[in-house]
């Protein structure tokens, strides 16, 4: 009460000041200052103590002159100020470590005095303190300094909160474990205060406590929405780490609904320093809600195909690659080569390694993959063992209106790494595809099928050549959440624009999984492989982007179509409004991991399929692009164009 009425006292005065005093810009106090203060607040605990001592003696007069041996207790204590440096500390950022500096120096002026107390008690009719006395000037003194600490504090503290208080968040915890309870005390000793914590909720309600950390739990009787409106709460917090998938997406949907902010703190476990906590607490993403259940990777299988190992990623600045960099880290490879024509992405994943992996031995490389004359200086230099073919020309659009480009780099560039893996003998070779290679509807996909078909035919060529033992391995997934070119992305960049947010056809649907999901099963599938295999990977449930659209809209904190609008465009070239992992006459396998499958598909003689290499490329060199987009559906006899100036020679 004392605390409301001195917070309530205070912010009355600011506001009726007609000139603000600015706290934040207070300097600091020089020490000698802060002495002097310390100084004065003994004193008046001396002559406190006078008074009381006196006062029950019966003795009327009181003196407050001190004697000459008052003095020296005084100065006695200010030498120990000095001696325990009680100056030094900031007054408004005063914590434990302060209080048991002045508990120190006041029990060693007590024990300094009681000293010469029993001194002084060998002479007659003489004697310095009586320890009473003593005592009650210590305790006197301690509260004094202590307390003037927390005033000055909480003044501060009051100040900044009282300015903040337009930015402070009224929210509710989800959860009641340690890790809910963690986080709360986070929030209330961060300064200055971001998030009012008024609760927390109980899912299972069989808590039996009425309060934690003197907050109320409120058991979870009806609607996430309906108890934030009843409590006045702007957000809620996600704390509880038992919380399903299922049971995270009803929350988020409920609140996104009602337009109420929704956070979700780190495991305690995967922060190394609780102090940091507040830091970590973030907004829900996009990826938070799609309908996926979490991805287990086999770590010891991945570890052993790469702990010691020399491994090449090709496009390791791009998205997809430099994730497999950072993954590929971790495993302690005997060196990392990064290999990237894009300079500025490549020095940005170089710095970023280095930093995070100071004890790693890699090598940030600028080449194109089709130049052939540099592959080969890489891979005669250091003999790369395992390569994560990364490297690709992926926008639909763009390699719909430039084919000779996607041909160039998606199938030509393929077959130069991974020529150069069978040449070098490197033990693995995987290739990172995309669903847009099955069935393909536009030149990029085309152009990836066609890449698919020479790796596979160079691992034909493997098994027939007994002294080659390059395994190589394909890899299919879908779009990727944040991927460089993405629709997410996309959304983003307009919906800080103020919208609207553009989708091609409302039926499209997609299928996506997040960046490092998609990389950690590129090298699950990629250690699990044993040559000539096509894993593609389990996407969960297909997205509609028009929905997907509506909940990035709503996760901003506006309303679809009244505050952002959404707007259909059209089919972009080459754009289907769906995609595949398989075939019509394809099969799958399942592997241990319920998330990676086995394809199975048509094998491709290499000699074959060289041959068809080969006239891609002169009529690369011919700039022929209707005759080389013939030719590429003469290869891959499903490449069936939509939407495309192509579709006539289907």
């Given amino acids: 009460m004392l605390l409301d009425k001195l917070k309530n006292a205070f912010i009355q005065v600011v ?36 008074i009381v001592v006196n006062r029950l003696r019966g003795i009327d007069y009181i003196s407050l002159i001190p004697t000459l041996e008052e003095w020296s207790l005084l100065f006695i204590n200010v030498l120990f100020f000095i001696l325990f440096r009680t100056y030094a500390g900031l007054i408004r950022h005063s914590t434990f470590i302060d209080a048991i500096k002045f508990l120190l120096a006041t029990l060693s002026t007590i024990v300094f005095s009681l000293i010469g107390y029993y001194i002084a008690s060998f002479f007659k009719d003489y004697q310095l303190f009586r320890i009473s006395e003593l005592f009650l000037y210590g305790v006197i003194s301690f509260c004094g ?93 996600l704390a509880d780490n038992t919380l399903s998938k299922a049971e995270r997406i009803t929350i988020i949907d409920n609140c996104i609904n009602y337009k109420y902010k929704v956070f979700r703190a780190p495991l305690i476990s995967d922060v190394e320093e609780t102090t940091n906590l507040s830091n970590q607490i973030k907004k829900i993403q996009i990826e938070d809600i799609l309908d996926r259940e979490p991805i287990k990777l086999d770590n010891k299988l991945v570890a052993k195909e790469l702990y010691g190992k020399c491994i090449l990623v090709t496009g390791g600045a791009g998205s997809i690659g430099s994730e497999i960099v950072r993954q590929v880290s971790s495993y302690k490879p005997s060196k990392l080569l990064i290999l990237d024509q894009a300079e500025s992405p490549l020095y940005r994943i170089q710095l970023e390694i280095a930093n995070k992996f100071p004890e790693l031995n890699f090598e940030a490389i600028i080449a194109d993959i ?55 003998q490197s033990e693995k070779f995987v290739m990172v595809s995309t669903d847009k290679a099955v069935n393909p509807s536009n030149v990029m996909g085309a152009s990836k099928r066609i890449a698919e078909i020479y790796v596979q035919s160079l691992q034909e060529k493997a098994k027939i050549d007994l002294t080659n033992k390059t395994q190589y391995v394909t890899t299919r997934f879908g779009n990727v959440l944040g991927s460089n070119g993405s629709v997410v992305p996309l959304f983003k960049r307009q919906l800080e624009k103020g919208g609207p947010l553009t ?28 040559g000539g295999e096509v894993f593609i990977f389990d996407m969960g449930k297909a997205v509609r982007i028009i929905d997907l659209a509506k909940k990035m809209i709503l996760l901003a904190g506006f309303q679809p179509y009244k505050e952002i609008d959404i707007e259909v465009i059209g089919l972009r070239p080459g754009e289907k409004l769906y995609e595949e992992l398989l075939n019509d006459n394809s099969k799958t396998l399942p592997t241990y991991n319920e998330k990676i499958m086995i394809a199975l598909v048509q094998t491709y003689n290499y000699d074959t399929t060289q041959n068809h290499i080969e006239e891609l490329k002169m009529l690369l060199e011919s700039k022929d692009n209707n005759g080389l987009v013939q030719k590429m559906k003469d290869i891959v006899p499903e490449f069936i164009s939509m939407n495309s100036q192509y579709q006539k020679m289907d």
């Fill in 145 to 237: 300094l202590f307390l003037f600490r927390v005033l000055v504090k909480q003044v501060f503290d009051i100040y900044l909160t009282y300015l903040n208080a337009d930015e402070v968040v009224d929210i509710l915890i989800y959860g009641t474990d340690e890790n809910a309870i963690v986080t709360a005390n986070a929030l209330k000793s961060e300064k200055p205060i971001r998030y009012n914590v008024l609760g927390f909720i109980d899912k299972k309600r069989k808590n039996k406590s009425k309060e934690i950390l003197g907050l109320p739990i409120i058991h979870m009787q009806r609607d996430i929405a309906v108890i934030l409106r009843v409590f006045n709460a702007q957000a809620v917090i």
């Fill in 370 to 424: 089709r130049d052939v004359s540099v592959l080969e200086s890489v891979f005669k230099k250091h003999n790369p063992q395992v390569i994560y073919h990364a490297a690709a020309y992926k926008h639909v659009p763009l390699m719909e209106s430039q084919p000779n480009q996607a041909v160039n780099a998606n199938v030509i560039g393929t077959k130069n790494v991974a020529d150069l893996a069978y040449k070098y």
């Fill in 503 to 530: 989708i091609t056809h409302p039926d499209i649907i997609r299928y996506f999984m997040t960046i490092p999901e998609a990389c950690q099963l590129v090298l699950e599938a990629g250690a699990m492989g044993n």
């Fill in 15 to 50: 506001n009726s000041s007609k000139k603000r005093v600015e706290f934040k810009t207070i300097s600091y106090l020089p020490r000698w200052a802060i002495l002097c203060f310390d100084t004065s607040i003994i004193f008046t605990a001396f002559l406190a103590t006078k």
